[in-house]
Each structure stands twice: as structure tokens, then as C-alpha cells.
């Protein structure tokens, strides 16, 4: 964020102590008052909208998920915890690297429904795991808990509609240093649940459309973000590193998408396979 006078941040976004059409002349002034962005052409506005697109379908992902759990019972079954685990840990990252980043408020909410989201999921599979284990008296023990769970990662999912061609602060170079943890946490996660798709021979209760969703988000995400023409005084080089960690985290993750893909067709008529453990101590979540 700037501080010399041009620019600063308030709880409701940007304001100028100069007027809109001196600072972004022939500018779009919705998304100048709505997002604090200087649209100037085509590009500029495709960047937005798909943008826009990207966050819209991270927003809807879980739901599908969230009925598809509800409707067949075996969400333990069918996504890893670990793949969970590392999702949080991503989406937490993002949380705290949109603030130090000083995102547009915009982000900052996404963010902080991103992680909201994904305690209900943690919670969705916890209740699971206890009442399937309950109902079966213990006698069978789902797939191991080590690589499982649907990847619908999203990538780095908040993005600074907003950048800057001055040198990174320090506030900025932590948000960027967490930003890049949590690429690498989003791509770790795709791991474990190729596994369990692979152990289990099935991808069963795991809702595709959530992870197609994903997909869609990532794709939209990262186009926009390329598509950006830097700020006035930014070449593109400076403008691309300025955005690694959110190209990484969302592009970088569809290679593996196009594997869960492939499982969601090779498994799509095939049964889960369930492995039978007579220890009534089976820990919740396996080593």
C-alpha cells in the first residue's frame, strides 16, 4: 500500500486524495469505488470479471460437498484427513497473508470464510468418523487415515486486485513468505488424497462438483491475475514476481487435478474397498 499521499486504506477499501479520472483516467468507475482497482481496457476488466468468477466459485465449492457427505454417511471414508488438515493449514496462511499483505477488504472476507468453511468440514468428518465407528461397534476400521480425502484444493485463493510497483516492506515480504507456505500447503494436500482414491479404488463420497468448482476457481484465478496489466512504472517481470505465490498455488495445482480427474473416471462404477481391523482401540485418526 502506498503512503505517500496517493493512496490509503480505510475499513471500506481505497480512497484518493486526488479525484478518479486524474489518478485512473478512462478508468471503470465501479470497480474503482468497488474493488479499488484502476480498470483502464479490455483486458483490465477481464481481469476483474474472472476474478470476480474465481472467488464466486470458491464461495459455492463446499456445499456440494457438504450434501453429498450428508447423503451418503461416509465422509470419513472418503476424504482424507490430512488432506483436510493441510487444507486448513493453507487457507490459514492465506488468512493471515492477506492481512499482512494489505488485501482489499474484499480478500480479507473470502479468506476468513475460506477457513470457516473449512472447520465445517473438519467437524463434518469428525462426526462421521465417531458415529461410523459407534454404529459398527468398532469392528471395522475405515481406510487409514494418511493420504485420503477429496483434492479440491483451491490454490491460493486471495490475490491483491491492487499491486504496487515500489519495492516489497516488510509487512509485505512476511504476508508474501506465508502467502508461499501456503502454495506449497495447497499443493502437499492433492498428495494424500490420490492415495486414499488409489487405496480405496473408488471415489465414492466424494462430491465432483465441488472439486470441478475448484477447478473452475484456480483456472478463472490465475487467468486473471495474468491477464492484470501492471500498475503505471511496473514492468511485467516485477508484476509476475510480485504474484508467484498465487500463480503457483492456483495453476500449479491443475496437473494434479487432471489426475483426480482421471480417478473420478476409472472408479467411477467401483465399490470402496474396506479393510477389516478386529482392535476396538483404533485411534480416530491412524498413524
Not at 479490455?42 to 476483474?48: F, K, L, Q
Not at 499482512?100 to 467437524?123: E, F, K, S
Not at 479404488?201 to 483456472?219: E, P, R
Request: aromatic share 12%.
Amino acid at each position: 500500500m502506498s503512503t505517500d499521499g496517493v493512496l490509503t486504506r480505510t475499513t471500506l477499501g481505497w480512497t484518493t486524495s486526488e479525484n478518479f479520472t486524474s489518478l485512473c483516467p478512462n478508468g471503470s468507475k465501479w470497480v474503482w469505488e468497488g474493488l479499488g482497482e484502476c480498470a483502464q481496457d479490455a483486458r483490465d476488466m477481464a481481469s476483474v470479471y474472472l476474478g470476480l468468477l474465481s472467488i464466486l466459485c470458491f464461495l459455492v465449492s463446499s456445499f456440494p460437498q457438504y450434501y453429498n457427505s450428508w447423503k451418503s454417511g461416509n465422509m470419513d471414508q472418503a476424504l482424507s484427513i490430512w488432506f483436510l488438515l493441510l487444507w486448513l493449514g493453507g487457507d490459514s496462511c492465506n488468512l493471515i497473508g492477506s492481512f499482512l499483505a494489505d488485501q482489499l477488504p474484499l480478500q480479507q472476507y473470502t479468506a476468513i470464510y475460506y477457513v470457516a468453511a473449512d472447520l465445517i468440514m473438519l467437524g463434518m468428518y469428525t462426526y462421521y468418523k465417531l458415529k461410523n465407528k459407534a454404529s459398527q461397534g468398532d469392528f471395522t476400521q475405515l481406510p487409514d487415515v494418511g493420504p485420503h480425502k477429496e483434492i479440491i484444493s483451491s490454490g491460493f485463493r486471495s490475490r491483491s486486485l491492487l499491486s504496487t510497483s515500489s519495492p516489497f516492506t516488510t509487512k509485505e515480504i512476511i504476508g508474501f513468505c506465508i502467502g508461499s507456505v501456503s502454495s506449497v500447503l495447497y499443493l502437499c494436500s492433492r498428495g494424500p488424497q490420490i492415495y486414499t482414491n488409489f487405496k480405496r479404488k473408488s471415489t465414492q463420497g466424494v462430491s465432483y462438483f465441488l472439486f470441478a468448482l475448484v477447478i473452475l476457481g484456480n483456472t478463472t484465478y490465475g487467468l486473471s491475475v495474468l491477464l492484470k496489466n501492471p500498475d503505471l512504472g511496473q514492468d511485467e517481470s516485477s508484476y509476475m514476481i510480485h504474484h508467484v505465490p498465487w500463480l503457483i498455488g492456483s495453476l500449479g495445482t491443475l496437473s494434479l487435478d487432471l489426475i483426480i480427474s482421471v480417478q473420478f473416471l476409472m472408479y467411477r462404477n467401483a465399490q470402496p474397498r474396506v479393510e477389516v481391523n478386529h482392535d476396538e482401540t483404533a485411534p480416530l485418526i491412524g498413524s
